[in-house]
């Protein structure tokens, strides 16, 4: 049977990551309300602009519920905004009043934007450990990884700069991999909410 795994539909890229879970063999649904929410075996957090996430996860009364489920185990994907989300502790966190709230879903510190801006943005081939060849990546705006702790597994590099991670049954890029058609990072995740890796 099919894990369903819901896309956080807020704010951000939620069509192409609905299409890229259907091709990897998911039941992929939308998330807006906590009955939603309740409803899926994991969550992929999409790319977006991540204050405006945050605050609509406080308006929908989302924000702690989806902290509990993190914490209790629930697998989770946060692409590039969902990576910001999805961390312990982020750098840049946006201006007084209006900042991105971490959902404490790996531990690791990550730099918003850090790639720089819109005009910033780039292509590039990154290896992937797991996968059997590199992954053609898009950058919009990206952010990297800092600092990971000694449970999180770091996937990707670009030069440098970690731009892939695993912790547990949790993943994170800085990139968009539901825009290229490759489907083999949604697949992994679809593997991840199975148990079957």
Known sequence: MSPRVGVLALQGDTREHLAALD????????VRR??????????????????????LLREFDLLEPLRAR?????????????????????LDAGAAGRQATPLKGIDMAVRRNAFGRQVDSFEGDIPFTGLDSPVHAVFIR??????????????????????AVRQGRTLATSFHPEVTGDRRVHKLFVDMVSGER
């Open 70 to 90: 993190l914490a209790e185990g629930m697998p989770a994907y946060g692409s590039c905004a969902g990576m910001i989300l999805l961390a312990s502790e982020i």
């Open 23 to 30: 091709e990897a063999g998911a039941e992929a649904v939308t």
């Open 34 to 55: 906590l009955a939603e929410l309740d409803t899926v075996d994991g969550l992929v957090i999409p790319g977006g602009e991540s204050t405006a996430m945050s605050h």
């Open 142 to 163: 990206a952010p990297w990884v800092e600092r990971v702790g000694p449970d999180v597994e770091v996937l990707g590099r670009a030069g440098e700069h970690i731009v």
